[in-house]
Every structure is written in C-alpha cells, then in structure tokens.
Nanobody, 125 residues
Framework: QVQLVESGGGLVQAGGSLRLSCAASGRAISTYPMAWFRQAPGKEREFVAAINWSGRNTYYADSVKGRFTISRDNAKNTMYLQMNSLKAEDTADYYC??????????????????WGQGTQVTVSS
C-alpha cells in the first residue's frame, strides 16, 4: 500500500514562494503518474498540476501556469511543487495524489487511488 505525506505548507505573503513536497512510502512510485490538487474552504477540490512517471511531461491548471513548477525525484520517491508569485487566491489545502495506472485522466481527482492528508497554504494579501 502506498502512503503519501505532504509537507512544506505555511503562511506566506502575496508574491512569496513555497515549496511543497510529497514523500511516498510503502511502495516505489517511480512508474506512477502523480499530481497536486487543492481545495479551498467551501469549494471543490481542483486540479493544480500533474507529472508523468518519468517527469518528462507536466501539466498545469491555467491559474498556476508560469508560477508553479511540478517535479519529481524517483530515486527519493518524492514529488515537489515549487510555488512562486503566490496570490491570495492560492490559499487552500494542497493534496498530492498518485495512481498505478499510467493512462488515467490526470485532471480528475476521482481517477487517483492514493492521497496524502494535505498541507495548508495560506497567502496573505
């Protein structure tokens, strides 16, 4: 069974940066597509970014394109989300997700079998 643990959230001023990490344990996830989602209070969980198993292909929501960068280090069983130029509207709980199937729809949260517990990101304006 795969366990995912996010870290790196916190409070930051608008315009600042944070780097989130998602560490996997229990099984190597080097062949798994992975993603970041976020959920703000009172809103549905939304797609942020995804990355294929090799890290060669990345995908972003329009709202974060050019500001966020997703990456992974399969040797460390870890995925990252570098968040720059943060805005108040980026405030949310951020979740990492992974799935053993390479052909899933990366944008849909219901496609992922494994989830972390979330890390909170608060951006003050």
């Amino acid at each position: 069974q795969v366990q995912l643990v996010e870290s790196g959230g916190g409070l930051v001023q608008a315009g600042g940066s944070l780097r989130l990490s998602c560490a996997a344990s229990g099984r190597a996830i080097s062949t798994y597509p992975m993603a970041w989602f976020r959920q703000a209070p009172g809103k549905e969980r939304e797609f942020v970014a995804a990355i294929n198993w090799s890290g060669r292909n990345t995908y972003y929501a329009d709202s974060v394109k050019g500001r966020f960068t997703i990456s992974r280090d399969n040797a460390k069983n870890t995925m990252y989300l570098q968040m720059n130029s943060l805005k108040a509207e980026d405030t949310a709980d951020y979740y990492c997700a992974a799935d053993p199937e390479y052909s899933i729809n990366l944008y849909r949260p219901d496609e992922y079998d494994h989830w972390g517990q979330g890390t909170q990101v608060t951006v003050s304006s």
